[in-house]
């Protein structure tokens, strides 16, 4: 009687918290769970991920754990193998720093592999600084784009921010994007800048924690607030 082919294993998507907060007032259950059940993990700093899932599960093993690590430095050539658990039957999880992975993140690589590798991938439920901003901006909501971070250099970054703008009011586009948390003041300062004065300017900064901060006005009024964004994780929507 031939062997029957293993099983494969599941990669689940797991969020992790945008700060500090204890981990179960911003995350569902089914995360604790699964975390309990887990052992192996695709991740892009193994101390962060250590803390959290400790965070999460008190009692689980560390010396137990195994992890990939997935950032700048992983070597291409690495990849292809990253899901060999899942091959052999064993459920894996993507976790990310923060927020939730393959959503301006490097796990959407993985994601990718998993798909053709016919590996069943499963979305857990957490915190996406991307959508919660877009839920708070009253912008439009049903359509949108995420550019990711604009250009560094001056005169590009205008141009950019001039183009999206126009993009913003010919299809009725709010336009999502973020910043190096130590260059947000600038951003802000250039939007208000270059920005037709009754453009909207939404700001989202340090979601779900206690200094959060969350307003949308005009490019003009922005000119009367005074917020310091400085090394605050931000997203920021125009549209106009």
């Known amino acids: 009687m031939e062997d029957q082919p293993t099983k494969k294993g599941k990669l689940f998507l797991i969020p992790n918290r945008l700060g500090e907060l204890p981990p179960l007032e911003v995350l569902p259950l089914s995360i604790r769970k699964k975390i309990n059940d887990i052992d192996h993990y695709i991740v892009e700093n193994e101390k962060v991920a250590r803390h959290f899932i400790k965070k999460i599960v008190p009692s689980k093993s560390q010396p137990n754990l195994e992890f990939?690590?997935?950032?700048?430095?992983?070597?291409?050539?690495?990849?292809?193998?990253?899901?060999?658990?899942?091959?052999?039957?064993?459920?894996?999880?993507?976790?990310?720093?923060?927020?939730?992975?393959?959503?301006?993140?490097?796990?959407?690589?993985?994601?990718?592999?998993?798909?053709?590798?016919?590996?069943?991938?499963?979305?857990?439920?957490?915190?996406?600084?991307?959508?919660?901003?877009?839920?708070?901006?009253?912008?439009?909501?049903?359509?949108?784009?995420?550019?990711?971070?604009?250009?560094?250099?001056?005169?590009?970054r205008k141009q950019f921010i001039k183009k999206i703008e126009k993009q913003s009011k010919d299809f009725e586009q709010a336009q999502i994007f973020i910043e190096t948390p130590y260059r947000n003041n600038k951003l802000l300062q250039a939007l208000i800048n270059i920005l037709q004065a009754s453009t909207r300017i939404h700001v989202s900064v340090d979601l779900t924690l206690s200094t959060e901060f969350v307003k949308?006005?005009?490019?003009?009024?922005?000119?009367?607030?005074?917020?310091?964004?400085?090394?605050?994780?931000?997203?920021?929507?125009?549209?106009?």
């Open 68 to 156: 990939q690590l997935l950032n700048k430095f992983t070597s291409e050539l690495e990849i292809p193998n990253f899901l060999d658990p899942c091959e052999q039957g064993i459920d894996m999880g993507l976790l990310s720093d923060a927020g939730c992975p393959g959503v301006a993140d490097p796990g959407a690589q993985i994601v990718s592999l998993a798909h053709q590798k016919d590996i069943k991938v499963v979305p857990l439920v957490g915190p996406s600084s991307l959508l919660l901003a877009m839920m708070a901006s009253g912008m439009n909501g049903q359509n949108f784009t995420f550019h990711g971070y604009l250009p560094i250099e001056k005169s590009e």
């Open 216 to 240: 949308t006005q005009t490019a003009e009024a922005w000119k009367k607030t005074s917020i310091d964004l400085h090394k605050r994780p931000a997203i920021f929507i125009i549209q106009a």
